[in-house]
């Protein structure tokens, strides 16, 4: 799948605005994405407000791509909804990066560009996020991603190699 092979992380944007049908599919196609018992605990906060874009880089040092970026949506784990929390598993986590990572593939076929930023594990990072977007506090905030129109181009890479391909056993 194109979208696919020619992704790649995109921290550069102009100031055309990303309309509110390309912010509806993104966010359509992160709640398309498999979640471990079909819990789907994500939950998403859209922000396109630049002062809460800004306050974001004051806190998380690899995030300053926010003071041009249009929108960013964080996604984040309910952990209140979650029925499998006295379970051995605990799926919040995959749920939200297979969601981000719909997210990031989405925005490619938009035409948009967008860079995964962290947030958990980092607990200095989820405990100013959670400060900054009030969020409840079984609320985890997994990732931010960074999107608008792309200001910058970047070359396609192929990443395959068979090195790391194990066929029946390691
Ligand atoms: C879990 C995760 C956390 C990341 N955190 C950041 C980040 O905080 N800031 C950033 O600029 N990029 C971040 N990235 C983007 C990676 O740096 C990028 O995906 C990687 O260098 C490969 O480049 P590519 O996305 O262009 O293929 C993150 C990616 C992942 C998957």
Redesign the pocket.
């Known amino acids: 799948m194109k979208e696919i092979f020619e ?5 550069k944007y102009t100031d055309l605005k990303v309309s509110d049908s390309d912010i509806k599919n993104m966010l359509r196609a992160a709640m398309s994405a498999p979640s471990g018992y079909n819990q789907q605990l994500w939950e998403f906060i859209v922000i396109k407000d630049r002062n809460v874009l800004d306050s974001i880089t004051e806190i ?6 926010l003071k041009e970026a249009q929108l960013a949506i964080v996604v984040c784990g309910d952990l209140e909804r979650d029925k499998r929390a006295d379970d051995w598993a605990s799926y919040w986590d995959q749920d939200c ?1 297979a969601a ?2 719909n997210i ?1 593939i989405e925005a490619q076929y938009l035409g948009l560009g967008a ?5 958990y594990p980092r607990e200095d ?1 989820v405990k100013g996020l959670k400060k900054i977007l009030e969020l409840p506090n079984k609320v985890i905030p997994l ?2 991603i ?1 999107i608008g129109h792309p200001a910058e181009k ?1 070359e396609i ?1 192929d ?1 395959y190699d068979i090195q790391k391909i194990h066929l029946n056993k390691w």
């Open positions: 992704r790649r992380s995109i921290r998380h040092p690899y995030s300053q791509m990066a981000t990572e990031l860079v995964w930023i962290s947030g990072i990732s931010i960074s970047k890479l990443r």
